[in-house]
């Protein structure tokens, strides 16, 4: 596979659904697609890995890297 794109790795600490975050697990598959914003003016339409998440007393921190 060439490497030509730029893919995207996201970092989210504050997730707003913190009963649906804590069902997350690595390796599962997420959208951004409620985002007001796009940051950067990148389309954050595209399907994301997490590859890390993080779990604390009230907070969930994950790590997601576009699939595609």
Avoid: H
Avoid at 7 to 20: G, P
Avoid at 34 to 53: Q, T
């Amino acid at each position: 596979v060439p490497y030509t794109e730029v893919e995207i790795n996201a970092a989210c600490k504050n997730i707003v659904n913190i009963q649906k975050a804590y069902l997350l697990e690595v390796g599962d598959i997420v959208k951004f697609d409620d985002m007001v914003v796009e940051p950067f003016g990148s389309d954050w339409n595209n399907y994301y890995m997490i590859v890390s998440i993080t779990r604390s007393m009230g907070q969930i921190k994950i790590i997601a890297r576009e699939v595609g």
